[in-house]
């Protein structure tokens, strides 16, 4: 009787030994598939922030050529001061490498503020922020290059000995009527998507409207957020 209830003790603290066994290979197999999950979604999320290394890049070489036409523009109309017309367009160019190195750099300073190891929640909002700024950026853009050619133009011209403010001044007023032509054309195609007569034309400008990098890294980021719901 003894041995038998020995026998039972036996038997019953190796049952228990196994199933302290066991609960800690299933802990340890919890905490693995834990660890595995967040290196992937710090993988994905390190993928989303990584598809904006295009629009930095890009926004360096705007900052480089803003420089360089600030530079050459104020060289420009300070030597020609005895021509207001050209110094009129040194100057309106000076103004455009100001507001592109200015832009550029805020520009940084935003995609700066965006790194992987933030929370998806605050990276979706610095991406917000950063494409709320971008498709401002890209209105403006639009309406100074409607006019930027013109000045351009001019200067080419003059540098090549070919003044036509003076010897062609009908020649530069259709430039300028087609200029201002071009920025109506602008204001009636922007007020048509605003009031949703294209809706899914103006669906997809909205979409597009802060670059193809912002547009991969939006749905990177949606890409994270869905798979850390499937796996909490």
Same mark, same amino acid.
């Given at each position: 009787?003894?041995?038998?209830?020995?026998?039972?003790?036996?038997?019953?603290?190796?049952?228990?030994?196994?199933?302290?066994?066991?609960?800690?290979?299933?802990? /340890? @197999?919890? *905490? #693995?598939?834990?660890?595995?999950?967040?290196?992937?979604? !710090?993988?994905?999320? %390190? +993928?989303?922030?990584? =598809?904006?290394?295009?629009?930095?890049?890009?926004?360096?070489?705007?900052?480089? /050529? @803003?420089? *360089? #036409?600030?530079?050459?523009?104020?060289?420009?109309?300070? !030597?020609?001061?005895? %021509? +207001?017309?050209?110094? =009129?367009?040194?100057?309106?160019?000076?103004?455009?490498?100001?507001?592109?190195?200015?832009?550029?750099?805020?520009?940084?300073?935003?995609?700066?503020?965006?790194?992987?190891?933030?929370?998806?929640?605050?990276?979706?909002?610095?991406?917000?922020?950063?494409?709320?700024?971008?498709?401002?950026?890209?209105?403006?853009?639009?309406?100074?290059?409607?006019?930027?050619?013109?000045?351009?133009?001019?200067?080419?011209?003059?540098?090549?000995?070919?003044?036509?403010?003076?010897?062609?001044?009908?020649?530069?007023?259709?430039?300028?009527?087609?200029?201002?032509?071009?920025?109506?054309?602008?204001?009636?195609?922007?007020?048509?998507?605003?009031?949703?007569?294209?809706?899914?034309?103006?669906?997809?400008?909205?979409?597009?409207?802060?670059?193809?990098?912002?547009?991969?890294?939006?749905?990177?980021?949606?890409?994270?957020?869905?798979?850390?719901?499937?796996?909490?």
């Amino acid at each position: 009787m003894m041995n038998t209830a020995t026998g039972f003790d036996d038997l019953k603290s190796a049952w228990q030994a196994l199933d302290a066994r066991l609960a800690r290979i299933e802990s /340890l @197999g919890q *905490a #693995l598939a834990a660890e595995r999950r967040e290196a992937e979604a !710090s993988r994905r999320r %390190r +993928a989303s922030v990584s =598809a904006l290394w295009p629009l930095a890049l890009g926004q360096v070489v705007q900052l480089v /050529l @803003g420089a *360089a #036409l600030i530079g050459f523009a104020a060289t420009y109309w300070s !030597s020609n001061l005895d %021509r +207001a017309h050209l110094v =009129a367009c040194g100057v309106f160019l000076h103004a455009t490498g100001i507001w592109m190195a200015g832009s550029a750099v805020y520009e940084l300073l935003l995609l700066r503020g965006l790194r992987w190891t933030q929370p998806v929640l605050e990276l979706q909002k610095r991406l917000a922020q950063l494409r709320h700024w971008r498709t401002r950026n890209s209105v403006m853009f639009a309406w100074i290059g409607c006019f930027a050619w013109v000045p351009m133009m001019l200067m080419a011209f003059a540098a090549a000995g070919a003044d036509l403010w003076v010897h062609k001044p009908l020649v530069v007023a259709s430039w300028i009527g087609f200029a201002f032509a071009s920025a109506g054309l602008f204001w009636l195609l922007a007020r048509a998507f605003r009031t949703g007569r294209f809706p899914k034309l103006a669906a997809a400008m909205r979409a597009n409207a802060a670059g193809q990098s912002v547009r991969r890294a939006e749905l990177a980021l949606a890409d994270v957020e869905r798979f850390e719901a499937e796996a909490s």
